[in-house]
């Protein structure tokens, strides 16, 4: 594989990852929030699953990537 072609996969998976935080972090505070007020929050649980879900599959992918720059050849 072309060692510029995964740095620049690597790149943009690291930012999906650091995304992907952020918005962790925004749906637990919204379920966290909705759950002060009495709120019903089955709805914001079952998005935090599909996104952690997301998440799982972004890091793999960085994981995977990292270990294939380190094989990659050096130009």
């Known amino acids: ?3 510029d072609f995964v740095e ?3 790149a ?3 930012r999906h990852v650091a995304e ?3 918005i ?9 929030a909705s759950e002060l007020i009495g709120g019903n929050v089955a709805r914001f649980k079952e998005f935090l699953s599909v996104f952690e879900d997301s998440q799982r599959v972004h890091v793999a992918d960085r994981d995977r990537l990292r270990k294939d720059l380190e094989n990659a050849p050096r130009s």
Do not use: F, P, S, T
């Open 20 to 22: 992907g935080k952020v």
């Open 12 to 14: 943009q998976a690291e």
């Open 24 to 32: 962790l972090a925004r749906q637990r505070a919204a379920i966290a």
């Open 8 to 10: 620049r996969a690597l």
């Open 1 to 3: 594989m072309n060692r």
